[in-house]
């Protein structure tokens, strides 16, 4: 008896670590997104400038998980954007894309940003393409649009409303960058905030 109650316990022990780790990706990120309120339109402000950079959103690295593999296409998508437009990946196929997963209350993708508006603006003219994918499972529009407002944002800025592109990436943390080629080919994979240097690295890869 003691012996198939034991059994029992363990059986079950492993059947909820089972669920937790088949979990998708957009089901642990809004577990650790902050819970929007009326009275706070952003959970940054309480912030000091010396918050250290680093990830926003943690989930364990799990073996084939993680960032999509170097050299595969990019898995095509159609997302509402935040001016009502719809936009889909595949449109801008001979083009550099560069793909920004990221929310309102991300340190990390706040440290980054500039630098994308930055990088935005000097390439843009050669055909360059930034999609700003907001997490806005876990997100409130009025802080994704004072965000974009902040940073004078003026690629696209695409709602993630129940996670799905997030799962279709295998993200596990904000923020997450890809870097697509003209061919629509994954070039790199960024988690975690990028520097200037970076930016300019990868996406030296991308616009050729």
Known sequence: MIVLMGAGLVTGLLIGLFMFVWRPASARLALDAPQASAQSTSPLSAA?????????????????????N??????DFTLKALDGSEVKLSQFRGQPVLINFWASWCLPCRAEMPELVRTYDAHKAEGLVILAVNFTV??????????????????????????????????????????????????HTQIGALTGEQVDEFLGEILK
């Not at 000091?48 to 999509?68: H, K, Y």
């Open 48 to 68: 000091g400038a010396d918050t250290p950079i680093v990830l926003a959103t943690q989930a364990p690295a799990l073996p084939g998980f993680g960032a999509l």
């Open 138 to 187: 876990g997100d409130a529009l009025p802080d994704v649009q004072a965000f974009v407002d902040e940073f004078k944002m003026t690629f696209p800025v695409l709602l993630d409303e129940d996670g799905v592109v997030a799962d279709l990436y295998r993200v596990r943390g904000l923020p997450l960058s890809v870097f697509i080629n003209r061919e629509g080919a994954i070039a």
């Open 70 to 75: 170097t050299g595969s296409v990019a898995p």
